[in-house]
């Protein structure tokens, strides 16, 4: 299953940038069963991840026209 960012909404196959080490993202946190993930671009959503908030903060579009 691929996994998305309950950050910013980037997954397995759209990485987004981290400018920190400048190179593309990396998980800090995933659970391959439930498909989502903290990459290292929104490491503030660690401590809403480590409390079990899964909620994603940005809706994402499913169904692009």
């Known amino acids: 299953m691929i996994a998305i960012c309950i950050g ?3 997954d397995d ?3 987004c940038w981290d400018d920190a080490v ?8 995933v659970d391959r069963a439930e498909g ?10 660690l401590e809403r991840w480590n409390a079990g908030d ?4 940005l809706p994402i579009n ?4």
Do not use: K, M, Y
């Open 8 to 10: 910013c909404g980037c």
């Open 13 to 15: 196959l759209h990485a």
């Open 22 to 29: 400048e190179a593309p993202c990396t998980w800090l946190a």
């Open 36 to 45: 989502l993930g903290v990459c290292s671009v929104c490491h503030g959503h």
């Open 54 to 57: 899964r909620q994603i903060a």
């Open 62 to 65: 499913t169904n692009p026209a």
